[in-house]
């Protein structure tokens, strides 16, 4: 089992910066892949970044070279920076762990925490 709680979210205006963070708890030797999905309002939720184990990292094309997705393992948390934010990086900000159990992976979700961007 992992537990994950989010932070960081908040209203920044277009071209403004925040810091997501996403903090592990539990069985956190288990966790294959961190990702940032986000969810616009009536739109599907969509992968924002990855990091694996062993810390590569993917990014959506809409978010890359504004978004990183980085780790600070003693303290067992993934960061996502955002900076030169745009009004439609406004959504709902998941945290979502793929961790490795006995036969497959597992996936464990933080609570979200809301991005507005004004323009």
């Known amino acids: 089992q992992v537990q994950l709680v989010e932070s960081g979210g908040g209203l920044v205006q277009a071209g403004g910066s925040l810091r997501l963070s996403c903090a592990a708890s539990?069985?956190?030797?288990?966790?294959?892949?961190t990702n940032w999905y986000r969810q616009a309002p009536g739109k599907q939720r969509e992968l924002v970044a990855t990091?694996?184990?062993?810390?590569?990292?993917d990014y959506a094309d809409s978010v890359k070279g504004r978004f990183t997705i980085s780790r600070d393992n003693a303290k067992a948390t993934v960061y996502l920076q955002m900076n030169s934010l745009k009004p439609e990086d406004t959504a709902v900000y998941y945290c979502?762990?793929?961790?490795?159990?006995?036969?497959?992976?597992?996936?464990?979700w933080g609570q979200g925490t809301q991005v507005t961007v004004s323009s």
């Open positions: 979502n762990v793929r961790a490795r159990g006995l036969f497959k992976l597992h996936d464990y």
């Open positions: 990091i694996s184990s062993g810390g590569s990292t």
């Open positions: 539990g069985s956190i030797s288990s966790i294959a892949y």
